[in-house]
């Protein structure tokens, strides 16, 4: 188990909080504030022990290596509505309440960093701009990690959607830290995602069957996540793009669908298991992405070079696809859910999801424990209006498949000292 920021001894102290606020926004505008929501309780508790609260966060992309260093300076400075942090210190001044004194950094490092991290009283927070302005942030860089653990007396790890990640806030900080026997904590929101996960990733046979649903793009994407699975569930219902691998390694045809031939022999060692269900029937179309036609429902049964129509796609499952899914899940009593069944982002292929969602939350008003693994299949869940009644909804796709994956490990949590 790991130390939980409530029981820190900071009163006085300089604490960094690597914060995840890798949030969708325009400017001030923030479309989804829910990762910015997610971190007060533990900025709150560290306030009111009488701690000086350091935040650090990332956001966006930036392509260090990939692009010239100077058109990165050049884009930084230009103070890019993607990736400049200072936008959201607003909307966290809002959320921790007027009282709060919330200042703000634009250097990532160096003397001026130090000073207003030295300035700070008790009781106040310094938000640092993204921790991706540095070049070694992703690289885990040592003299990095140092300096920026050399400003503060304690680590508090509250960035689940980062902790799958290895980079210089979220494991070299906490590491040195550790090293030098000073205290470092997880938050609580890191707390949350460690317990309810936990249901996903060690399921007693009492909260049995525990049935898993994988859809979105690729398989190879996900290659991981389906053999970790497939050891620790009871079913996995394949929807949305990587149905069609399957169903290719098992000899069907699926005209223009989404496929991963090279993963076909992988898909078909999965499908051998037994555990592995898979669509019944699909919604298909042609022409193009943005202008469909020809939209209609097939059947699809297993093998037999049976299946979709060479100018045609796969885009939704079939409505007897999601009732045999909604079936298997309304007996579930664990359930945990990473990718949407078809392309939910267009109306007319949108049902298989709409119906996957339901089921989940029937079977969770029945008692089922109920999680969605972050990503596109949290933000179909709040477009249909159904994420508040899930169990619970991860803040951090890949880093939910990798604590699954890695039974219950990820590097930005196990930097952290036990209790
Ligand atoms: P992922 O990030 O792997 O969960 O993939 C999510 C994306 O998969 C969404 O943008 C969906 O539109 C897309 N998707 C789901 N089903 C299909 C499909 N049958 N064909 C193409 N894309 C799909």
């Known amino acids: ?83 400049a942090i200072e936008p959201l210190k607003k909307h966290l001044k809002n959320a921790l309440g007027k009282d ?48 920026w653990a050399s400003l503060v007396d304690a680590y508090v790890m509250d960035a689940f959607g980062s902790a799958h990640r290895a980079h210089a806030s979220t494991v070299g900080v906490p590491t040195l830290l550790k ?20 249901n996903c990733v060690d399921c007693k046979e009492e909260n049995r069957p525990y049935i898993a649903i994988l859809g979105g793009a690729k398989v190879s994407d996900k290659i991981q996540v389906i053999d970790s699975l497939l050891k620790k569930c009871d079913k996995i219902l394949i929807g949305g793009g990587m149905s069609y691998t399957f169903k290719y390694a098992l000899g069907n045809k699926v005209g223009k669908s ?7 022999e992988y898909a078909k060692k999965c499908y051998e298991t037994g555990k592995i269900v898979l669509p019944v029937d699909t919604v298909i179309a042609d022409g193009t992405f943005d202008d469909p036609t020809n939209i209609h429902q097939i059947e699809t049964p297993i093998g037999g070079n049976q299946g979709i129509p060479d ?71 709040k477009q249909f209006g159904y994420s508040k009644e899930f169990s619970h909804v991860s803040t951090g796709g890949g880093a939910s498949l990798e604590l699954i994956q890695f039974d219950g490990h990820l590097p930005g949590i196990d930097d952290i000292e036990d209790c």
Not at 179 to 198: C, N, P, R, W, Y
Request: aromatic share 6%; net charge negative.
């Open 1 to 83: 188990m790991k130390k939980q920021v409530s029981q820190l001894n900071v009163a006085g102290k300089k604490v960094l909080v690597r914060v995840d606020f890798n949030v969708p926004h325009k400017g001030e505008v923030i479309s989804d504030d829910n990762r910015i929501a997610a971190a007060v309780p533990t900025i709150v508790e560290l306030l009111n022990k009488g701690a000086k609260v350091v935040l650090m966060s990332h956001l966006g992309k930036i392509k260090w290596g990939k692009v010239d260093d100077a058109e990165i300076e050049k884009e930084k400075r230009a103070n890019d509505l993607k990736i």
């Open 100 to 147: 709060v004194s919330v200042s703000f950094s634009e250097e990532t490092r160096g003397e001026s960093l130090k000073a207003k991290v030295d300035a700070l009283k008790d009781g106040e927070v310094l938000l640092v701009q993204n921790t991706r302005y540095e070049k070694g942030e992703t690289k885990n860089n040592p003299e990095l990690s140092a300096e």
């Open 179 to 198: 090293e030098q026997g000073k205290e470092t904590a997880v938050g609580f929101l890191v707390e949350k995602e460690i317990k309810a996960l936990s």
């Open 258 to 264: 989404i496929c991963e031939k090279d993963q076909a």
């Open 311 to 381: 100018d045609f796609e796969g885009l939704d499952i079939g409505e007897k696809t999601a009732e045999l899914y909604c079936k298997e899940i309304e007996n579930a009593k664990t359930i945990f859910w990473n990718g949407p069944m078809g392309v939910f982002e267009k109306e007319q292929f949108q049902a298989g999801t709409i119906a996957v969602c339901k089921a989940c939350v029937e079977a969770t008003k029945k008692g089922a424990f109920s999680v969605i693994g972050g990503g596109d299949s949290a933000a179909a869940a």
